[in-house]
């Protein structure tokens, strides 16, 4: 029997080795020789143009070096601000965040997240093979593995030929990788920036916000609601051009307070009827019944009283009407008209959201549940046989590679164990400390010493941006 097992072991790790997998506890890794004439191929083109491409990304790893660890070292002060204050707004102003699937990454993205992760490695790594062939390193293979569920590549070079080569010739190589993510970053940038003249002659812009999809718990979703192929262009008084106007109205309706809608004094009178004033627990006043789902309270004021409410018909009193703040902004053609503004609670707004030829959308509840529950697009389709999902998968795709390739840069360039900026950090203290420090175990000394800062800083900031998404 343990000869029979044997025997299986040996047959599939036989069979693992053929294929080039090696198999091991939240590891998977497939490693080839196919690409290796690629490889070559771009390894030897150009040889004077890959020179000075690779010496730019050089200068370019050792400034993102010292650029990471300032950049790290700023996000983990505002993580401990942010943990010291109990400000949540803080967290989107950090630069660098940890991402955790299913968690502050919708499980919608996480085709987009896999797929830039995976592009942003392969682009990352040929870059090192790449420039390891134009400096004479041998090159036996490239690969592909998963750790856990993230996937990502690398390449195997001749670590000998490495070693035998200068400290700038190594430069070249080992910085490589993140200047090729800065590459594909700006390059992604480019994309996204030209991309309404890309999709000219299929999609146009500037004419509002289309409705891509409408969440089923969305305070939109209903009969008067949004629906898919809505094109918005007002909220308010706030014109919609783009996606972009669309948040922008909706944070500027969030910090500001309620406006009002001017309404003639005899139309207030007409609609309006006796009720109930009561305040709620957060010291707002409610006039309407609590079952009413078209009728609103609205607080105006006279040049007797300021403090006088009615509930009154939301529709009626909106539609048609201008928005105010005041009664100034009301009067004209001596028709003695008031300012009447919804009395909700906090934080919570009235929001008219104009979709034409459609009749208004009037939404009640807080801004953000809005800009949340409903995707929109700048694109809208020049002929109906086109989707209105490929500019907006485009788009978010671009915006991926830019944010995932730039995290990739920045973090590979931390010199840290294991990481390329421990191999750059070691090459640039061999080409510049040489003159200075003659000792080797002197400057390696160096070296371990910055790297051990390095990673802490790093697991510093792992450890408590994983904390700040998950624990609280």
């Known amino acids: 029997m343990p000869s029979s097992s044997n025997s299986l072991k040996a047959s599939y790790e036989d069979w693992l080795l053929t294929y080039g997998l090696s198999v091991s506890p939240f590891h998977i890794r497939w490693q080839t020789a196919v690409f290796n004439r690629p490889f070559y191929n771009w390894g030897r083109w150009k040889p004077r143009f890959l020179y000075l491409w690779f010496s730019v990304g050089m200068v370019f790893g050792i400034v993102a070096m010292f650029g990471s660890v300032i950049l790290l070292g700023k996000t983990l002060m505002q993580t401990l601000t942010q943990m010291l204050t109990e400000a949540p707004k803080a967290q989107n102003d ?103 003249a890309i999709l000219f002659p299929f999609y146009y812009t500037g004419v509002g916000a289309l409705v891509t999809e409408v969440a089923e718990d969305s305070p939109a979703n209903g009969p008067r609601g949004l629906f898919v192929g809505d094109l918005v262009t007002n909220l308010q008084d706030c014109p919609v051009y783009s996606v972009e ?36 627990l957060d010291g707002t006043v409610e006039c309407c019944s609590n079952n009413s789902l078209t009728d609103i309270c609205f607080s105006y004021s006279n040049k007797l009283d300021s403090h006088l409410h009615a509930c009154l018909p939301a529709r009626k009193v909106i539609e ?28 919570t707004r009235l929001i008219r959201v104009k979709h034409p030829p459609h009749i ?43 944010s995932l390739s730039g995290a990739l840069a920045v973090i590979n360039a931390v010199p840290c164990f294991a990481l390329d900026g421990q191999w750059i950090l070691n090459s640039f203290l061999e ?34 941006g994983l904390w700040m998404v998950t624990a609280r």
């Open 94 to 196: 950090r630069m660098l965040q940890v991402v955790v699937p299913g968690v502050n990454l919708p499980v919608s993205q996480l085709t987009y997240f896999f797929s830039a992760i995976l592009i942003s490695g392969v682009i990352h790594e040929v870059g090192h093979g790449v420039a390891a062939i134009r400096e004479q390193v041998r090159f036996n293979g490239f690969g592909i593995f998963i750790f856990i569920v993230y996937p990502g590549a690398f390449v195997d070079l001749f670590t000998t030929h490495l070693q035998l080569i200068s400290p700038v010739q190594q430069l070249r190589i080992f910085c490589a990788g993140v200047w090729h993510n800065f590459v594909l970053g700006v390059a992604s940038f480019i994309v996204l920036l030209l991309l309404p």
């Open 360 to 402: 208004d959308m009037l939404y009640v509840g807080h801004p953000m549940h809005l800009q949340y529950t409903v995707s929109l697009s700048s694109f809208v389709p020049r002929q109906n046989f086109l989707s209105i999902d490929v500019p907006v998968v485009i788009e978010t795709f671009c915006k991926y590679l830019i």
């Open 245 to 280: 106007d669309w948040n922008s109205c909706l944070e500027d309706i969030s910090e500001k307070s309620q406006v009002g809608y001017c309404i003639s004094a005899a139309t207030l009178q007409q609609l309006s009827f006796p009720a109930r004033v009561y305040r709620r």
């Open 431 to 464: 080409a510049t400390l040489s003159p200075l420090v003659v000792e080797k175990q002197s400057r390696e000394l160096v070296g371990f010493l910055i790297l051990l800062a390095g990673s802490a800083l790093l697991a510093a900031n792992v450890a408590l």
């Open 320 to 347: 048609a009407s201008k928005v105010c703040r005041t009664n100034m902004d009301c009067q004209k053609d001596s028709v003695p008209s008031f300012c009447v503004t919804p009395s909700l609670e906090n934080q």
